[in-house]
DNA sequence: CTTGTTTATGCAACTCGTTGCATAGAAGGA
DNA sequence: TCCTTCTATGCAACGAGTTGCATAAACAAG
């Protein structure tokens, strides 16, 4: 149950309506945590009603009005004590390596093209952290004393990138197993 | 929904009873797909009303009987379908990526303890799947000339590996960041 | 002989996540 | 003028995942 926390976090760093959070969880947060809008909705209704944050109605020119959240007092003090919680380590939910197994019960080569576009992906993925990092923290527009909040920032961004960099590295060794595995299949089948 | 093909997967590596799959999502399946054996027990139900799979009572001395599910023509053509199509890469969820943004906002240093619990098994978990890889692959008694369904079930646990090794190094780093934004609290607050 | 563990299967209730759809104001282009 | 896009919020239905509980046969330990 952790988007709440996840919400929380994100309207600590900076209040903001349902809409900019669904942008928020696009970039930053999406980084490791997805939602949708409508499950953000759900959720700050239900936290407002239990009084975790507060709810400022936001009227806006040139655009719809909106309805800007901030953490209120209970909210924090459910934060802080889901933060002093120890949690297990995540669930790994790969569908690409369910394919690579299956792949052996069909033909391999097929799925040449399926681990290429995901390459592709990634490679996109790791550039825009790449890009995000020199912007926020290592080029020469980024704050020369960061704060423990930038600091931490940091850090799971490192881990993003890290993470990016070790996917692509692995596909390129499914890549080349697949390919392996394509030759000797067309030399045994003629 | 590829729980469904995850354990079609598990079943044409191997037929077995739900029991059994429940095992093998602790093991080896579970390095990239967790299900807990009601998840199971409830897919294969619906799979063998489907006609997707065929189930054989077994019965056992010393145990109780088991009922032994094996893929049917549907399934696997289910299967193949579902290897043609192409899917989104995977949407992560870490919860330990919330608690160390949240710390900016708590005690920054409260979190080593957890991190390094998490340090520790992932530690466990890289060292289960080098002895594995050892054991089918890499070592003395691994079969000489694998066949395509053992290279490739080799290249996911490298993935696997390769996954672990990462984690392990990132929160190396997010330990040294909270190691110093403690001691540089520790400092100011003096 | 009772208690605990392993194998084996399952129901019921609940929460979480996804998909499709609906509304609505304002801006910009065809 | 109509169509699309962007901002902004939301309902309803469904499907997936989690948690707690229940049953039962066999064996091992006390």
Do not use: C, N
Request: proline share 5%; no cysteine.
């Amino acid at each position: 149950m952790a988007l709440d926390h996840a919400i929380l976090v994100s309207l600590l760093e900076q209040p903001g309506s349902g809409y900019e959070l669904a942008r928020r969880f696009e970039r930053s947060i999406g980084y490791f945590w997805t939602a949708t809008h409508q499950q953000i909705y759900r959720v700050l209704k239900r936290m407002e009603s239990d009084g975790w944050i507060d709810v400022r109605e936001v009227p806006q020119q040139a655009r719809p009005d909106k309805k800007e959240y901030s953490v209120a007092a209970p909210g924090r003090a459910a934060l802080a004590a889901w933060l002093h919680e120890p949690i297990e380590p995540e669930s790994v939910r790969h569908d690409l390596a369910v394919k690579i197994r299956g792949a052996a019960f069909d033909d391999p080569a097929a799925l040449i093209h399926e681990v290429e576009r995901h390459h592709r992906k990634h490679t996109d993925r790791l550039a825009h952290y790449l890009a995000g990092e020199r912007r926020d923290f290592t080029g020469p527009d980024a704050p020369g004393e960061p704060d423990a909040g930038q600091e931490l920032q940091h850090v799971v961004l490192r881990g993003g990138i890290a993470y990016e960099r070790m996917t692509i590295a692995w596909l390129e060794d499914v890549l080349a197993t697949l390919r392996r595995l394509a030759a000797a299949h067309g030399t045994r089948s003629r």
